[in-house]
């Protein structure tokens, strides 16, 4: 007997959807609609005028980028393929300096040398963040 119902196949971009959906509400406590996500492509696609900072690129179709929804900075994964955006990422630690805030992403983690006291600001915040 052949079942009249066939069940779709949801495609790779509907996956990533769900998967920013779910972490934009378990990271940000957003809700993360279809509408929010073409905002940031476009903004990434520089259609739109959202602040927004490339901060490294991952692979040749992913790019990491912090971009401003609702007066919150958030990271996203970029996918240049399909046009969408792949996962949420947690706020990284950031290094305060005099003239500039900058993400770290670094091989240990803080991104700065122990011994300087760029540590320590990068340790409070770190910990704040977490608690």
Same mark, same amino acid.
């Given at each position: 007997m052949i079942?009249?119902?066939? #069940?779709k196949r949801k495609t790779k971009k509907k996956w990533m959807h769900e998967h920013s959906r779910?972490?934009?509400?378990?990271r940000?406590?957003?809700?993360w609609s279809k509408r929010i996500e073409e905002l940031v492509v476009a903004a990434i696609q520089r259609r739109n005028s959202l602040p927004?900072?490339?901060? #490294?690129?991952?692979?040749n179709s992913r790019t990491i980028w912090r971009v401003m929804v609702d007066s919150s900075w958030l990271t996203v994964v970029y996918d240049k393929t399909r046009k969408c955006i792949i996962?949420?990422?947690p706020d990284a630690p950031t290094v305060v300096s005099e003239h500039t805030t900058i993400p770290v992403m670094s091989d240990n983690n803080l991104g700065v040398d122990y011994g300087t006291d760029d540590y320590l600001v990068v340790?409070?915040?770190h910990f704040e963040f977490k608690q």
């Open positions: 079942s009249a119902y066939i #069940r779910q972490r934009a509400m378990e940000y406590d957003i809700f927004k900072e490339k901060v #490294r690129k991952q692979s996962t949420l990422l340790l409070e915040q």
